[in-house]
T-cell receptor, first 111, second 115 residues
Framework: NAGVTQTPKFRILKIGQSMTLQCAQD?????MYWYRQDPGMGLKLIYY???????DKGEVPNGYNVSRSTTEDFPLRLELAAPSQTSVYFC??????????FGPGTRLTVL | DQQVKQNSPSLSVQEGRISILNCDYT??????FLWYKKYPAEGPTFLIS?????DKNEDGRFTVFLNKSAKHLSLHIVPSQPGDSAVYFC??????????????FGQGTILTVHP
């Protein structure tokens, strides 16, 4: 089991560029989440999904979009990158609504 | 509105001693709490949890205490080891049947255990 995988590990974007952060899990979990962590802060929820085809906004969704076409994959899309989106992004999954398993993160810098 | 707070950004402890990490919450509807541990350049990993029907949960060197009246929980690590050096996050799932496990995290406490 690879668990939760995220690509890329690092990325530098210019203001206004777009990109997709990939997230995949091989545990057949229904619940998947995207968080961002800013320096000195806890993780904040961007979007979540309770199953294929079902997504909803979290606490900080502005500037992001998601899709969930399969149980395994939950990509996060940034359409027009802004410096405020410089952060570390974590994807997580869970079988139930308690323990979540996290990927290693993507460190994104927007210049 | 910070519903889960970890007011100590850092804690330094000698190897073999006890580490006590604290967490306060404001939402009385929270009924389950988790602690996650995070090493640099890795994602958080689940450490231990506690339900609001308990006031203590123990797993090896790790014990979490919950004081509902004070809306306070603490994580005790005894004895502390250098490998415990990491960032520790307290978290709580949104309360209610449609919470879908959405977690609210504290800011984290950096624990350093010196040999």
């Amino acid at each position: 089991n690879a668990g939760v995988t995220q690509t890329p590990k690092f990325r530098i974007l210019k203001i206004g560029q777009s990109m997709t952060l990939q997230c995949a899990q091989d545990m057949n979990h229904n619940y998947m989440y995207w968080y961002r962590q800013d320096p000195g802060m806890g993780l904040k929820l961007i979007y979540y999904s309770v199953g294929a085809g079902i997504t909803d906004k979290g606490e900080v969704p502005n500037g992001y979009n998601v899709s969930r076409s399969t149980t395994e994959d939950f990509p996060l899309r940034l359409e027009l990158a802004a410096p405020s989106q410089t952060s570390v992004y974590f994807c997580a999954s869970s079988a139930t609504t308690d323990t979540q398993y996290f990927g290693p993160g993507t460190r994104l810098t927007v210049l | 509105d910070q519903q889960v707070k970890q007011n100590s950004p850092s804690l330094s402890v000698q190897e073999g001693r006890i580490s006590i990490l604290n967490c306060d919450y404001t939402n009385s509807m929270f009924d389950y709490f988790l602690w996650y541990k995070k090493y640099p350049a890795e994602g958080p990993t689940f450490l231990i949890s506690i339900s609001s029907i308990k006031d203590k949960n123990e797993d090896g060197r790790f014990t979490v205490f919950l004081n509902k009246s004070a809306k306070h929980l603490s994580l005790h690590i005894v004895p502390s080891q250098p490998g415990d050096s990491a960032v520790y996050f307290c978290a709580a799932p949104d309360a209610g049947g449609t919470s879908y496990g959405k977690l609210t995290f504290g800011q984290g406490t950096i624990l350093t255990v010196h040999p």
